[in-house]
């Protein structure tokens, strides 16, 4: 069998907040699961990428830089397998994340796009938006501020204000839901999928999962959780996924947020093998088409 070498590309440490050593803990399982089905890798910085030192033709990476996620769509447009997607990543951006899923028909919170200089105090109370989330648009997070909860309009015009001063142009809000916070992991195209209540397990990012505080297990229909994580998936074009959805007291599921590659904080040792061989067979399927 003709070697396989992989280019393993870890995520720039400004795009992994509160979870540098999570995010490593993740990659260097799957390399080492890679490793093990036979696999070359070899692990850069994204940096590195960049700079044009990847030569590799098989390319396994974390980025959330927009320069990487450039050079990613360069390599995979002259024929690079690139997992996950440079395309993708740049789908799961607020923005383009929440118009490709309420394009999609995947239920998501009601939201509004706006520019940062806008004043929305009268839309939101004429949308009847109350308390919100304001989250960057342009790109993914990278500090605190980057997702806010706000009480009422008045304090969200504020928010934005702040991300206008910061020179985030672009901003996502969201109608809070309350209900059940979930977080999920998944790896398209497997079985593999996990589900916990973070809050209750004392996971937490920026502390935000406070706001919708202990749940109460309302119950909610699972497989319908997983069909609308996979189809998300597949819009967004990506293959090792995490996110956030909320289930009200009647079942409802809404997805509030969808990652490409997260921590699998909780399950990482579970999720690597079936990252790798996920891997693995598309590889053998790219390889196939040549």
């Known amino acids: 069998m003709a070697e396989i070498n992989i280019a393993g590309v870890m995520r720039a440490g400004a795009y992994s907040p509160n979870h540098i050593g999570n995010d490593a803990a993740i990659f260097n399982l799957v390399a080492e699961q890679l490793r ?3 696999a070359q890798v070899t692990v850069y910085s994204e940096e590195q990428l960049m700079a044009g030192k990847v030569q590799e033709n098989i390319i396994v990476n974390m ?18 397998l690139v997992i996950n997607s440079g395309y993708g ?27 940062t200089d806008e004043v929305v105090r009268d839309k939101l109370i004429n949308a009847r938006f109350t308390n919100c989330w304001i989250k960057r648009g342009d790109s993914h997070a990278m500090h605190k501020e980057d997702v806010s909860y706000a009480r009422h309009p008045e304090e969200a015009q ?59 297990g309302f119950h909610f229909d699972l497989d319908s959780l997983k069909k609308m994580c996979q189809k998300a998936a597949d819009e967004v074009d990506i293959i090792i996924y995490g996110g956030d959805c909320i289930v009200s007291e009647t079942g409802e599921i809404q997805i509030i947020d969808f990652n490409d590659w997260p921590s699998f904080a909780p399950c990482r040792v579970e999720a690597a093998p079936h990252i790798a061989k996920r891997i693995m067979t598309l590889i053998k399927e790219h390889n196939e088409k040549k």
């Open 89 to 115: 990543i740049e789908n799961c951006t607020r923005e383009r994340m929440t118009r490709i899923l309420v394009g999609s028909g995947i239920p998501y919170p009601e939201s509004l796009v706006v520019n």
């Open 63 to 80: 980025c959330r830089e927009q320069g990487s996620i450039d050079k990613l769509q360069q390599l995979e447009d002259a024929g690079a």
């Open 158 to 216: 504020e928010v934005l204000q702040e991300y206008f001063m910061r020179g985030i142009k672009r901003a996502v809000i969201n109608r809070h839901l309350p209900g059940d916070l979930i977080k999920f992991y998944g790896v398209r195209g497997t079985q593999f999928f996990y589900w916990f209540y973070p809050f209750d397990n004392g996971q937490s990012k920026y502390g935000m999962e406070r706001i919708n505080g202990h749940s109460t």
């Open 36 to 38: 093990k089905r036979g």
